[in-house]
């Protein structure tokens, strides 16, 4: 039994009430519902131990009434497993006992599934924070707390099994934060119990041991104490003395990391010595070493140099009367208060009346989430009571209860590639605590994450929009310059189909394996696959590598009568069946569409190979293809593919129209009765006259069409003409 609750006997609501009137008057009524309420909705059920359920939450409360925890706190305590256990809801505790109280039970509940889950041992360190992650208010974790306090303190009532998986998770998780936010006796408390059920034969050893020794050790300390108190005061310094005795846990754990042996331990027990001013721990100090040699090494200054969890303390050990080691610690009363109670403490209940240095309170707060994790800010915490330690981290759980840590924004697919590469690549949904959620869903603290996939299933582009994770970001890219390769392949490869067949050689003798390496030698090209990405990109032309794949007078022969013969671009395009690349999506890099005429599909097109980008579609009217015209190499003949049904096009319309009221709205009606979106308008008008600019977003020709035939149709307008595209 932890020494704070030694000797209580069961825990009864007139007891709670009595310790919360102690420091908190005027609440009597507030804990005295929660108690009613909780015995009603817990009525029929029992613990293993035999007790009805209600002993727990009282016992729970009490601890937290023993911390002096504020009236909510304590009433939360209470209530703590009625929302979890029972048919209670959240709603009718906030109805019965307000947001606040409704808010700390709320917290503790989504705390209860993290119990259920498997933290494995490795990952102590990220349950542990997402457990202070998922509580926004410090003092869901203080009721937490309480609560594995209570259970571990009943644990011989459960079956081995679970036994010991709390014993090692109290062991693992609870008594660390408790540790790191310096609450020293829960720290110490949990330890303890954890340490009595996971090693009962080493506790017993040292039990043995302990006891032996223990009438010796304690006429000694006696012997010790009364002698420093009369030398300090004669010295004229205030102190006041107790003597301490290590727990079990910690001996065992100071003989199996130093690799000694119970003899060995010098600070089994200690004199502990608490004075009321910081610079009174040095003169005692100093005294004590007038008194007694001190042990070179043993000397720990922790004032100067606090702990993480802001343990202030002097420690010297010293070879006292007897020729026996003795420890001495040597802090003020508030270094005493924050040792024991931690951030406890500042959360405790306090009068009006009583000071509250709060930017004290924040100072502390701040330091105490430095040290948990140096990058957190401390603007977000100082809201409040309330903190988040970790607001640029989010923590959720693989189906497998593995817990897994994330940056804030994060979503399904971060998760997925974090399992693994290949899930990552196929993944397609994911179901979050269940339910079946979009890919780009931020993740929360605690979701259970499944991701779902398919194998023929890729990444998607627009997922680079939303992830964020490093390792996602650079698979995702990965792939996508993956695929660009391959489609760049089979690009060059279909250019030089092209070529060859204007000068009507054939593909299947040209294009060997051997014939291309040998042509990627020449042109400085790694090999023929890059030969041919090259070519797709438009690095190298098709007629560069025609050259080194036909014989020289073939070659020649046709370039000569090419020049002669005036060929005009749009005939040969319109004349012959040749085989055209097809242009698909319009979020293909390899395949853009002009700036000049911005052509959509059904309008005639030609391709024109741009180095370093592909192939540019232009409409077939464009005014600058008539530039390219002396320049058929780099000419393609594209056509449309299967267009994407929902992709928008937007195309420039010039509408003259009679100057009347009404006309745009005619035209914009018209326009989105055949689904079409206007996204620009511009306007001016000469005497009765007004010309009208529209930028429409359409499907394709047929769509389009549609547009221009019923705008023409509106009263007042006189003409419609697609123009080309200007500044949009
Ligand atoms: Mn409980």
Redesign the pocket.
């Known amino acids: 039994m932890p020494p704070r609750l030694e000797g209580l006997p069961p825990a009864r609501i007139m007891d709670i009430v009595d310790l919360v009137e102690e420091y908190a008057s005027g609440h009597t009524d507030l804990v005295t519902r929660a108690y009613i309420y909780t015995a009603k909705v817990h009525r029929g059920q029992s613990r293993l131990s035999g007790e009805p359920y209600v002993s727990?939450?009282l016992e729970?409360a009490r601890i937290l009434a023993i911390m002096r925890q504020d009236p909510e706190t304590v009433a939360a305590g209470i209530l703590?497993?009625t929302v979890?256990d029972t048919a209670a809801t959240i709603e009718e505790i906030n109805h019965l006992f307000g947001d606040h109280v409704a808010e700390l039970v709320d917290g503790v509940t989504k705390l209860?599934r993290l119990d259920n889950s498997n933290a494995r041992a490795r990952q102590a360190e990220n349950y542990r924070k997402m457990l202070v992650a998922m509580s926004h208010d410090i003092r869901v974790i203080l009721i937490k707390l309480a609560?594995r306090l209570?259970?571990a303190m009943t644990l011989e009532y459960l079956p081995s099994g679970r036994r010991e998986r709390i014993a090692r998770e109290t062991a693992q998780i609870y008594a660390p934060l408790a540790n790191r936010l310096g609450i020293g006796w829960l720290k110490g408390a949990l330890e303890e119990i954890a340490f009595r059920h996971l090693h009962p034969v080493e506790y017993a050893e040292i039990d043995d041991k302990l006891k032996e020794g223990f009438a010796d050790r304690k006429a000694f300390l006696e012997e010790t104490e009364s002698l420093v108190c009369d030398s300090l005061s004669q010295a004229g310094l205030k102190a006041e003395i107790s003597a301490r005795f290590k727990l079990h846990s910690s001996i065992h754990r100071k003989m199996r990391e130093q690799k000694i042996d119970f003899h060995q331990v010098f600070d089994i027990s200690g004199l502990r010595i608490i004075v009321e001013e910081l610079k009174d721990c040095y003169a005692v100090l100093g005294h004590l070493h007038t008194l007694w040699k001190p042990i070179p090494g043993r000397f720990k200054d922790y004032i100067a140099l606090p702990k993480a969890n802001l343990y202030q303390s002097l420690h010297t050990t010293v070879m006292g009367a007897r020729g026996q080691r003795l420890e001495f610690q040597i802090r003020t009363r508030e270094m005493h208060q924050m040792a024991e109670q931690g951030i406890a403490a500042h959360w405790r209940y306090k009068e009006e009346d009583e000071d509250d240095d709060s930017f004290d309170k924040f100072e502390w707060l701040r330091r105490i989430v430095e040290s948990l994790q140096e990058e957190t800010d401390p603007k977000d915490l100082v809201d409040s009571v309330r903190l988040n330690l970790f607001p640029d981290e989010v923590f959720v759980f693989t189906p497998n209860s593995e817990v897994r840590r994330f940056p804030r924004g994060a979503t399904p697919v971060d998760f997925a590639y974090s399992i693994h590469s290949e899930i990552g690549h196929h993944c397609v949904g994911a179901r979050v605590n269940g339910r079946i959620v979009p890919l780009n869903t931020l993740l929360e603290n605690g979701d259970v994450v499944e991701i779902l996939t398919n194998p023929h299933r890729t990444p998607g582009r627009d997922w680079l929009k939303f992830i964020v994770t490093p390792r996602a970001k650079q698979q995702v890219r990965a792939w996508v310059r993956q695929e660009q390769r391959l489609r760049s392949t089979d690009l060059g490869r279909e250019l030089l189909e092209l070529e060859l067949n204007r000068f009507k050689a054939d593909a299947a003798t040209h294009l060997t394996d051997d014939r291309l390496e040998g042509a990627a030698g020449e042109l400085n090209q790694q090999n023929k696959e890059d030969l041919l990405v090259s070519v797709g990109f438009g690095r190298l032309s098709a007629r560069e590598v025609i050259h080194c794949l036909l014989p020289k007078e073939v070659v020649q022969g046709y370039e000569k009568r090419e020049k002669s013969a005036i060929r005009r671009l749009v005939q040969r395009v319109g004349g012959k069946s040749l085989k055209a690349i097809l242009v698909k999506g319009q979020d293909d890099v390899l395949i853009r569409f002009a700036k000049c005429c911005d052509p959509i599909p059904g309008d005639p097109i030609i391709g024109f190979i741009t180095r370093g980008k592909g192939v540019t579609v232009h409409s077939q009217m464009c005014a600058s293809v008539q530039d390219f015209s002396g320049d058929h190499e780099r000419l393609v003949d594209v056509a449309w593919g299967q267009e994407k049904k929902d992709e928008m096009h937007t195309v420039t319309l010039a509408v003259e129209a009679v100057d009347r009221p009404g006309i745009l709205a005619g035209l914009s009606s018209v326009i989105a009765s055949c689904e079409s979106n206007i996204s620009r308008i511009e306007a001016e008008s000469h005497h009765d006259r007004a010309g009208i600019r529209l930028d429409v977003q359409v499907h394709d020709l047929d769509h389009l069409n549609d547009v221009l035939k019923k705008a023409r149709d509106v009263k007042g307008v006189l003409s419609v003409l697609r123009v080309a595209p200007q500044t949009r």
């Open positions: 727990h939450p729970v703590h497993d979890e209860a609560d209570h259970n």
